[in-house]
């Protein structure tokens, strides 16, 4: 399995403490350093590579499950998702998270997210990712979407649980520029948080 932009490896993490040896675990990320994240009693499970989703360092076929959660927006889509399929084996299954706009943005909020939270991030409709996923050359492609809770009180409480909360919160209280960050950030989030969604898109390279 290949897990591309894996971030600090949680997914990875997770799904090799839940399947053990048969997730057979490798990530990448533009932002990775080999060997960064040993340790959690699975680092024989999970191997960091540093790379590009545009430029896979990786043949084609490869791996037979490959995810994508929230990368391909930050790069350029078509040529992102078309990577990912290239380096799933014909029958296997590709798995990406994107961001979606669940209702049309004020310009305001619009310009906030995808100008200031995350400048050069692209995204829009449901119908842009499944027709650039199409175009990657998955097939049976299917979706499902939601409000974008992650960044919301209720959502942060329900990801991280009251006791991961409370040590988190106190970790930012107890450093500057972590505080003035989350200053910084969370009116900004406020803002498009009402228009924002996520978007599962799941489809298998065919065989
Ligand atoms: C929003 S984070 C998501 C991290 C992780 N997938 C998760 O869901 O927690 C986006 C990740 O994409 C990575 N990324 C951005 N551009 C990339 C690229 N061109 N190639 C590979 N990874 C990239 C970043 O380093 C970051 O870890």
Redesign the pocket.
Known sequence: ML??????A??AIQIARRYGHRGGHLT?????RRGQYPGRGVADLVTVTS????ALPFDDAAFDVVI????TM??DRPK?AAELARVTRPGGRVLA?EFYWRTPPTPEARDVFLGQVCPGMQFDTVEDWIRIYSAAGLAGLETETGPFEMMTPRGFLADEGPARCLAIMSRVAGRPAYTRKMAWLMPRMAKAVPYLGYIVIAGTKPA
């Not at 897990?3 to 600090?8: K, L």
């Not at 790379?51 to 545009?54: E, G, N, R, S, V």
């Open positions: 897990d591309v932009g894996c971030g600090v949680t997914t990448a990320d533009a932002g990775a790379a590009d989703i545009l994508a959660e929230a990368v930050f790069t992102a998270t």
